[in-house]
């Protein structure tokens, strides 16, 4: 079991419940969609997962990485756990990278916190790495700032930094969002890819469930912070059960190349 979120769990803000129930679970090469309209708690869930819920959160409830309870760890725990099993990558990869450090550094930056390596081990690997996520000419890109890369390639560095040291999960949170229509296909296939390849768990958040028809087969969606309907991405797109997921559905088809599942047409 890669990670599981217990059916009890509850994160407050300020005393205002969030996310109230959102059972998840997911095994080593699974790749699980949580969907919901804006504010439906989605980012909340997953920085639970990663122990980086804001001040004033309260969380009771479980979760489990690998068998290990998060809830109730104190930080520095939840800070070495976090680095070498799951990595993560925001939606917007200009504010998710440090402006004033060269992406080389960044991408190793964990490999040398987590595991000790030296600057020369750190730059093979990370070498490899840019290789990996399809950055052109590696030793030259990894000298510059984020500024100097196009939102695509600052994109590739997210995900080469959140999948330097191996983690078991990675949750993408809106990766493809800000990113244009032709480089978000590109992006997708590389998660496609690396899930595939180094047989992670995958928990990718967004809003288009024509994004998740692409990754992911199956999806949780929430609405107000509580699950409304879960199960295949194909079935939610032809056959939603729930107003929220007809919603998403019909968007969908409105706005993207979402091709209608069999059983619809
Ligand atoms: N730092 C915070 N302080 C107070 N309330 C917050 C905070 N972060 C989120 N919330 C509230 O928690 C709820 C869930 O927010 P969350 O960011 O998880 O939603 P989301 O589904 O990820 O939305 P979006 O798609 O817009 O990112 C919302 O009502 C939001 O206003």
Known sequence: MAALLDDDLRITIHGRTVVDGVQLDLDAGDRLGLIGESGSGKSLTALAV?????RGSEITGSIRL??????GRGDVKLARLRGKRVGMVFQEPATALNPIRRVGAQI????RIHYGFSKRQAHERVVRLAERVHLPDPEQILQRYPHELSGGQRQRVAIAAAIATGPRLIIADEPTTALDVTVQAGI???FDREVAESGAALLFITHDLAVLHRIAGRAVVLSAGRVVERGAVADLLAAPAHPVTAALARAAYATSFVDVPASRS
């Open 50 to 54: 990663l122990g980086l819920l804001p």
């Open 66 to 71: 690998d068998g290990r309870e998060l809830v």
């Open 108 to 111: 190793g930056e964990s490999l």
């Open 188 to 190: 997708l296939d590389l």
